[in-house]
């Protein structure tokens, strides 16, 4: 059974900088995307960000992009996701999924939400002004 694991998250000051990580363990496709979602309070799930283990493509949605980067480990089969330029709307629960290959050429959130797994405990994140 796939599951992922988050940490690396904390209090940071607004423009300040963060990285998180998310473990894989468990069989996978033999190829696959490490997608990051965010959930703040009292908000929907957000997807912004995923990699492609064969390739590394990656894709990032508008609100992050140019200040959050992927990328992933294959050999650790750890993914990363360093977020530069916080802002206070970053602010969220931080976690990650297993998802299939194509997802990163639509977008998270136009991939079917049933064909993500694997999720785990996600890590808080909290940027102050």
């Known amino acids: 059974e796939v599951q992922l694991q988050a940490s690396g998250g904390g209090l940071v000051q607004a423009g300040g900088s963060l990285r998180v990580s998310c473990v894989l363990s468990g069989e996978t496709y033999d190829d696959f995307v490490i997608g990051w979602f965010r959930q703040a309070p009292g908000k929907e799930r957000e997807g912004i960000s995923c990699?492609?283990?064969?390739?590394?493509?990656?894709y990032y949605v508008d609100s992050v992009k140019g200040r959050f980067s992927i990328s992933i480990d294959s050999a650790r089969r750890t993914a990363y996701l360093q977020m530069s330029g916080l802002k206070p709307e970053d602010t969220a629960v931080y976690s990650c999924?297993?998802?299939?290959?194509?997802?990163?050429?639509?977008?998270?959130?136009?991939?079917?939400?049933?064909?993500?797994?694997?999720w785990g405990q996600g890590t808080q994140v909290t940027v102050s002004s």
């Open positions: 990699i492609r283990d064969s390739d590394k493509k990656t």
């Open positions: 999924a297993v998802g299939p290959a194509f997802a990163v050429n639509y977008g998270l959130q136009s991939t079917p939400p049933a064909l993500w797994g694997g």
